[in-house]
Nanobody, 120 residues
Framework: QVQLVESGGGLVQAGGSLRLSCVAS????????MGWYRQAPGKQRELVAA???????NYADSVRGRFTISRDNAKNTVYLQMNSLKPEDTAVYYC??????????????WGQGTQVTVSS
């Protein structure tokens, strides 16, 4: 079994910053890609940022230059540093990890979601 626990969401004023964390625990052989998604009310879930096992990063155009994704493999953790937050960043943020639970078995895991609210 693998569990993901997210933290770091909250209420912040426009222009402020938040740092999200997602820690994986359990039967983990290794972790491949890690990513952050978000879903605003009435909208589809969208990719915000992703980081590969080789630390190559990818960002949505709407957050590029403001958000930074990073990973700590020793801690099985992925972070999302969010700066210059805007009201349109308001959403529930989910981490997504592709985890090898054995040498040849990789599964997709989601965090429970953390609310980020940016006030104008």
């Amino acid at each position: 079994q693998v569990q993901l626990v997210e933290s770091g969401g909250g209420l912040v004023q426009a222009g402020g910053s938040l740092r999200l964390s997602c820690v994986a625990s359990g039967s983990i052989f290794s972790i491949n890609d890690m990513g952050w998604y978000r879903q605003a009310p009435g909208k589809q879930r969208e990719l915000v940022a992703a980081i590969s096992s080789g630390s190559r990063t990818n960002y949505a155009d709407s957050v590029r230059g403001r958000f930074t994704i990073s990973r700590d493999n020793a801690k099985n953790t992925v972070y999302l540093q969010m700066n210059s937050l805007k009201p349109e960043d308001t959403a529930v943020y989910y981490c997504n990890l592709k985890i090898y639970v054995s040498l040849r078995t990789i599964n997709d895991y989601w965090g429970q979601g953390t609310q980020v609210t940016v006030s104008s």
